[in-house]
């Protein structure tokens, strides 16, 4: 195995981890956000108000992303294992 080919393979696996985790980072960022707007505006500082919608939006988005998530990371693994014979 290379050199070449292990920072290939670290790179597309960074790569996967960005876009499996993006969605879900990027609907709990947002719905943070909105929270603080309206904590801000309310002046409502509760611990709970901000984690408990963050957690549904997270679960919310699983839902609706993860079958591209566990279709991607299916994907990486596939092309992974088809690597093997050739790494060595």
Do not use: Y
């Amino acid at each position: 195995m290379t050199v070449d080919q292990v920072l290939n393979i670290g790179r597309e696996s960074l790569m996967v981890v960005l876009l499996v985790a993006a969605p879900c980072l990027g609907i709990s960022m947002a719905v943070g956000f909105l929270i603080s707007i309206f904590q801000a505006t309310t002046q409502i500082h509760d611990q709970t108000l901000s984690f408990v919608p963050k957690i549904l939006a997270v679960v919310v988005g699983l839902f609706l992303f993860g079958g591209w998530m566990l279709r991607t990371l299916t994907a990486f693994t596939q092309r992974i294992i088809e690597r093997l014979p050739g790494l060595t």
